[in-house]
């Protein structure tokens, strides 16, 4: 069946530097894919998404590409900040809108 | 201003108790989806309906119980059956994006419940 695996962490940084959170994921066709973001007791806000092979989603300096050949969609960011500190999900959206998740990422920005 | 809330945030019980968590949306949004998160884990899903009167177990359904007589309105009860029923529960909805061809989903704040 579908299924998204994430590279575990926990990734811990210095402030301003790159980041990179591998995603890869196994599923029949070209699904949808979306990078959440859920800070310290909160619920998961849409960070970026992809609907197409080779589409890039960005937003607030994050970026990811989806890449079909590899099957990956890896989260990146030129310059992280402590208030990128947060757990990350990359997901799967099946054809009925269901999302299949992968485990997270938890990412610790120090300054 | 529009949203998914959640209530309450912090939700504690006995053993043996059924509970039931709120989940209310104003996006107009058609399907709605419950979700379950366990630390270091990701989100596995409970139940989920895509219109009213009609809901669908999803992957972890045992044990929990959903309703859907309105729209706007998506309560999550946990039943005593439920063997591990301490964990952070996360309601969603969705929406049809037609200019790129897919859902978005968006999630409430979350309910921490607590069963001693």
């Known amino acids: 069946g579908d299924s998204v695996t994430q590279m575990e962490g926990p990734v811990t940084l210095s402030e301003e530097a790159f980041l990179t959170i591998n995603c890869t994921y196994t599923?029949?066709?070209?699904?949808?894919l979306f990078w959440y973001v859920q800070y310290p007791g909160e619920g998961l806000q849409l960070l970026l998404k992809?609907?197409?092979?080779?589409d890039k989603g960005s937003n607030k300096g994050f970026e990811a590409t989806y890449r079909k050949e590899t099957t990956s969609f890896h989260l990146e960011k030129g310059s992280v900040q402590v208030s990128d500190s947060a757990v990350y999900f990359c997901?799967?959206?099946?054809?009925?809108?269901?999302?299949?998740f992968g485990q997270g990422t938890t990412l610790q920005v120090k300054p | 201003d529009g949203g998914i809330t959640q209530s309450p945030k912090y939700l504690f019980r006995k053993e043996g108790q059924n509970v039931t968590l709120s989940c209310e949306q104003n996006?107009?949004?058609?399907?709605m989806y419950w979700y379950r998160q366990d630390p270091g884990q990701g989100l596995r899903l409970i139940y989920y309906?895509?219109?009213?009167?009609?809901?669908q177990k999803g992957d972890i359904a045992e044990g929990y119980s959903v309703s859907r007589e309105k729209k706007e309105s998506f309560p999550l009860t946990v039943t005593s059956a439920q063997k591990n029923p301490t964990a952070f529960y996360l309601c969603?909805?969705?929406?049809?994006?037609?200019?790129?061809?897919?859902?978005?989903?968006?999630f409430g704040p979350g309910t921490r419940l607590t069963v001693t």
């Open positions: 969603a909805s969705s929406i049809w994006i037609s200019q790129v061809g897919s859902y978005e989903q968006y």
């Open positions: 599923a029949t066709g070209y699904p949808s």
């Open positions: 992809a609907t197409k092979a080779d």
């Open positions: 997901a799967l959206l099946r054809n009925t809108g269901k999302l299949i």
């Open positions: 996006l107009n949004h058609d399907a």
């Open positions: 309906s895509q219109i009213v009167n009609d809901f």
